[in-house]
C-alpha cells in the first residue's frame, strides 16, 4: 500500500514551504534591519506560516479519513521513533504558526520576548526533526531496501 496522491502531494508542497521559511530567515537576519527586502521576506515568511497551518489541517483531516500506509517491519523502537518523529512533526505545524503569529504581534505591544525565543527554539526542532526524518529515509532506501522512500515518491 503507497500513500494517496494528496497525501504525497501535500507532504512534498510542505517540505518546500519548510525550506523556505528557513531560507527566508537566514536571509532576512543577514540583512540590516533597515533593509527594504526584510519587510517583505518577513512579510513572506508570515504567509508561509499561515500556509502550513492551513495545509496541516487538511493533512489531519485527510488522515483522519484515510488509512495511512503501515509501516514497513521494523524493529519496535525504530517504530516507536518514527512514530514519535511524525507525531511532533505535526504537532510543530500548528505551533509554530501559533507562536510566529504571536511574535508577529509583539510590534503591537504583544507577547514578551519568550514568545521569541520559543518561536526561534521550535523552529531548530523542526529542522532538526526534518534532518531525522530525511535521514531516516534515505537510510531505509539505501541500506534497508524496504521501500519506505519510494512509497513518497511514487
Same mark, same amino acid.
Given at each position: 500500500?503507497?500513500?494517496?496522491?494528496?497525501?504525497?502531494?501535500?507532504?512534498?508542497?510542505?517540505?518546500?514551504?519548510?525550506?523556505?521559511?528557513?531560507?527566508?530567515?537566514?536571509?532576512?537576519?543577514?540583512?540590516?534591519?533597515?533593509? =527594504?527586502?526584510?519587510?517583505?521576506?518577513?512579510? $513572506? %515568511?508570515?504567509? &508561509? @506560516?499561515?500556509? +502550513?497551518? #492551513? /495545509?496541516?489541517?487538511?493533512?489531519?483531516?485527510?488522515?483522519?479519513?484515510?488509512?495511512?500506509?503501515?509501516?514497513?517491519?521494523?524493529?519496535?523502537?525504530?517504530?516507536?521513533?518514527?512514530?514519535?518523529?511524525?507525531?511532533?512533526?505535526?504537532?510543530?505545524?500548528?505551533?509554530?504558526?501559533?507562536?510566529?503569529?504571536?511574535?508577529?504581534?509583539?510590534?503591537?505591544? =504583544?507577547?514578551?520576548?519568550?514568545?521569541?525565543? $520559543? %518561536?526561534?527554539? &521550535? @523552529?531548530?526542532? +523542526?529542522? #532538526? /526533526?526534518?534532518?531525522?526524518?530525511?535521514?531516516?529515509?534515505?537510510?531505509?532506501?539505501?541500506?534497508?531496501?524496504?521501500?519506505?522512500?519510494?512509497?513518497?515518491?511514487?
Amino acid at each position: 500500500m503507497s500513500w494517496s496522491r494528496l497525501d504525497r502531494r501535500l507532504h512534498w508542497i510542505m517540505a518546500v514551504l519548510f525550506v523556505w521559511q528557513f531560507a527566508s530567515r537566514w536571509i532576512s537576519s543577514a540583512l540590516p534591519d533597515d533593509h =527594504g527586502a526584510v519587510f517583505h521576506l518577513n512579510g $513572506l %515568511h508570515s504567509v &508561509g @506560516g499561515y500556509t +502550513i497551518f #492551513g /495545509l496541516g489541517v487538511w493533512r489531519v483531516a485527510n488522515r483522519m479519513r484515510n488509512r495511512r500506509p503501515p509501516l514497513p517491519g521494523s524493529p519496535p523502537m525504530q517504530r516507536l521513533a518514527a512514530q514519535l518523529t511524525h507525531a511532533i512533526l505535526y504537532i510543530m505545524m500548528f505551533v509554530q504558526p501559533v507562536t510566529g503569529m504571536l511574535v508577529s504581534g509583539e510590534q503591537f505591544g =504583544g507577547p514578551p520576548y519568550a514568545m521569541q525565543y $520559543l %518561536h526561534n527554539a &521550535g @523552529g531548530w526542532l +523542526i529542522l #532538526g /526533526l526534518i534532518a531525522i526524518h530525511a535521514a531516516a529515509a534515505a537510510w531505509h532506501h539505501a541500506v534497508v531496501k524496504d521501500g519506505t522512500l519510494t512509497r513518497m515518491l511514487r
